[in-house]
Nanobody
Framework: QVQLVESGGGSVQAGGSLRLSCAASGRTITFYAMGWFRQAPGKEREIVAG????????YYTDSVKGRFLISKDNARNTVYLQMNSLKPEDTAKYYC??????????????WGQGTQVTVSS
């Protein structure tokens, strides 16, 4: 069983930056595609960014293109989400998960605690 622990969230003002980390343990994620998801209160969970196992293919939802960057450090068994030029609408709890390439849907039904990102105007 892979265990995923998200961290790096916090409260920032609009225009600020955060780097989220997703640390995996229990299993290596070397050959897994990974994704970041977010969910705001009353809203559906949505895919934010995804990456193939080696970073050769990436996906970003339109609202974060040019501002967010997903990366995967297989040596550290960790996935990152660099978030720049943050906007209030980015406020949500962020989760990571293994994903299916192409559809970018979560592969596992198990979710971690997530990390809260709050962006004030």
């Amino acid at each position: 069983q892979v265990q995923l622990v998200e961290s790096g969230g916090g409260s920032v003002q609009a225009g600020g930056s955060l780097r989220l980390s997703c640390a995996a343990s229990g299993r290596t994620i070397t050959f897994y595609a990974m994704g970041w998801f977010r969910q705001a209160p009353g809203k559906e969970r949505e895919i934010v960014a995804g990456t193939s196992w080696n970073g050769g293919s990436t996906y970003y939802t339109d609202s974060v293109k040019g501002r967010f960057l997903i990366s995967k450090d297989n040596a550290r068994n960790t996935v990152y989400l660099q978030m720049n030029s943050l906007k209030p609408e980015d406020t949500a709890k962020y989760y990571c998960n293994t994903v299916f390439l192409g559809s970018w849907r979560p592969q596992s039904d198990y979710w971690g605690q997530g990390t809260q990102v709050t962006v004030s105007s």
